[in-house]
């Protein structure tokens, strides 16, 4: 065996890549972090044999942005804000993940108003990040017009989304106790719009992809994944649920008024193929708008925030005419609040899988330690065993399988 | 089946293992040391009537300078979730400053692959036994462990006229 120059280079790589690699039998190939269909900046380091994957190992930490420590050094209100970056996708769920474990701390109860109204844009929000999904996995596979069609249904919603909380994406709309608040005068037809049109778009793309021949082909049978495999490395979510695990949060450990609504958990067969997590996560869309039907039938009137002025900033009208209105405001928005010394652990089924919540409080108005467990940090890290075995080409629908959104994994 | 309380369960089958069993806000808290960790891991998940069999997430926690002081430094949490039952349980373990090695249980839970790691990157605590360690997050070449207490932010002083003096010695000015 001849002494190739880079073979130094290979030495931290050993143990992570195949005794082959270091013998240059093999290909070791970069996968971004700039390939478009890794959405974001995610590097797959792949070990090629022809074109078979022998082994290939996740590259993570280009969109690291330190969330985590940011939000140590703010209040509480002030860090909600950072957590919409986290799923850009869907920032409702990231809300109020950390809302939940706050209003957790603090005893806060929520009104029925604001838990129906979280309820509809969580919803909401969960189609639009399918969409982003559908779209960007048609992209991917070659069915390039799913992109086009997709993002202008998700147009909607961020109108909705916009409307409501007025920004497009990163609304911090959810806060502890409720909302920020109380929703427009438009906001019901707005979404009742939606639920008349929207319906027929879903038709229109089971139409087109569900058995087009080409799809078939490139997601059947490609990573299958049995149940066990799936909850032994931590899957959750569609991509659970493809591999027929019953486990949806909204079901096991409702949150936000979950257990009123009517719908179903879409599952796979066990073990579940690419296809059978794309067919979970399309089927989740029509379940979505059963939800968002329901929520805005029974949408009650009342409050939107708990009635707490130590937790809650008071309503504008009070300030003028109640001195310690005045001041439950200024120290709201100056100090921020304190709850409790104590330690509190929240879960929500986010869009693309269970979401966590780990707050530790030491009682002053910053957060002492947060840390949140997103579900596509976990997907990635199950990548090495899914995708060995496999065609270079299938990494990329392995990948749009699993729903992966950078933000989420790197925080 | 039969549920079974997973904290008498633990009592009466690993004596010794549970040092403290905290019981606040609707959630349960072992607290056990680092060398019967896996062995109260392995029992919460294979005991029929607990079943914790989904590994939710691993955590660590800096308690530099909180009040009330915690035994230890640093604290690692591990969640588990009974998927038949829908039960959470958090199982910690102190670790001390001068020695923060943690047994790996990578061996039998494999999700916990990239959480040690992250907690190994973000807050230099050393997982024995694990076969990557590599840093995850950060750069290869960094220094340091940005999630400890003692890791700046990176803001800088508000400069006033009666600090500017303290302030200035810390500036990096060129060497001459």
Not at chain 1, 330 to 341: A, L, M, Q, S
Not at chain 2, 118 to 141: S, T, V, W, Y
């Amino acid at each position: 065996m001849t002494d190739h120059p880079w073979q130094n280079d290979l030495e931290p790589l050993k143990g992570i890549v195949s005794a082959r690699a270091m013998k240059g039998e093999t290909m070791l190939l970069n996968m971004g972090p700039q390939h478009p269909s890794t959405h974001g900046v995610l590097r797959l380091l792949l070990e090629l044999d022809g074109e078979e994957i022998v082994t290939c190992n996740p590259e993570i930490g280009y969109l690291h942005t330190g969330i985590e420590k940011s939000m140590e050094s703010k209040t509480y209100v002030k860090a909600i804000t950072m957590t919409d970056r986290m799923d850009y996708l869907n920032p409702p769920a990231n809300n109020l993940v950390f809302v939940m474990a706050i209003e957790k701390l603090c005893g806060l109860e929520v009104p029925p108003r604001a838990q129906v109204i979280r309820v509809i844009l969580l919803e909401l929000m969960r189609i639009a990040s399918h969409l982003v999904w559908l779209g960007t996995f048609g992209l991917d596979l070659g069915a390039m017009s799913m992109f086009l069609y997709t993002f202008r249904e998700r147009e909607h919603i961020l109108h909705i989304y916009e409307m409501v909380s007025g920004q497009r994406m990163m609304g911090t709309y959810f806060r502890p106790g409720g909302l920020w608040r109380d929703v427009p005068d438009g906001f019901v037809p707005a979404v009742r719009d939606f639920l008349d049109y929207f319906p027929q778009k879903l038709r229109d793309y089971e139409r087109l992809l569900a058995r087009n021949p080409i799809w078939m082909e490139r997601t059947k049978g490609i990573a299958p994944i049995t149940g066990k495999q799936a909850m032994a490395w931590g899957l959750t979510g569609p991509s659970l649920r493809g591999s027929g695990v019953n486990f949806d949060v909204r079901k096991a450990m409702p949150y936000s008024g979950y257990e009123q609504y009517d719908f179903d958990i879409p599952l796979g067969p066990d073990p579940g193929d690419v296809y059978d997590r794309y067919w979970c996560r399309f089927q989740e869309m029509w379940q979505s708008l059963r939800i968002v039907e329901q929520a805005l039938y029974k949408l009650p009137g009342g409050p939107v925030t708990a009635d707490d002025r130590k937790y809650t900033p008071p309503p504008r009208s009070e300030i003028g005419v109640s001195m310690e209105a005045l001041i439950h405001h200024f120290k709201y928005w100056t100090e921020g609040i304190r709850p409790p010394v104590g330690e509190v652990f929240t879960v929500i089924e986010a869009a693309r899988g269970l979401m966590s919540c780990y707050l530790s409080s030491d009682g002053s108005p910053h957060v002492h330690r947060v840390h949140f467990r997103q579900p596509t940090f976990m997907h990635i890290s199950a990548l090495p065993h899914m995708a060995p075995g496999f065609m270079l080409a299938d990494i990329i629908a392995i990948l749009g399988g699993i729903d992966i959104v950078l933000g989420d994994v790197d925080r | 089946m039969q549920l079974k309380d997973p904290v008498a369960s633990l009592r009466a089958e690993l004596p010794g293992a549970v040092l403290d069993v905290i019981e606040a806000l609707d959630e349960t808290t072992v607290v056990t040391d680092r060398a019967s960790l896996p062995h109260v891991l392995a029992f919460l998940r294979d005991t029929p009537g607990l079943q914790y069999n989904f590994l939710v997430d691993i955590t660590g926690v800096d308690y530099l300078g909180y009040t009330p002081p915690a035994p230890e430094r640093f604290a690692v949490c591990y969640h588990l979730l009974a998927m038949l039952s829908n039960r959470v349980l958090r199982v910690k373990v102190y670790v001390p400053e001068a020695d923060p090695v943690m047994p790996s249980i990578l061996a039998q839970w494999p999700a916990a692959n990239w959480p040690e790691r992250e907690i190994q990157d973000m807050l230099g605590l050393d997982f024995a036994g694990h076969p990557d360690k590599r840093r995850l997050l950060m750069p290869q070449d960094w220094d340091g462990h940005p999630l400890r207490k003692d890791y700046p932010l990176g803001y800088e002083t508000v400069q006033f006229s009666f600090n500017w003096q303290e302030i200035d010695a810390k500036k990096p000015y060129a060497k001459e």
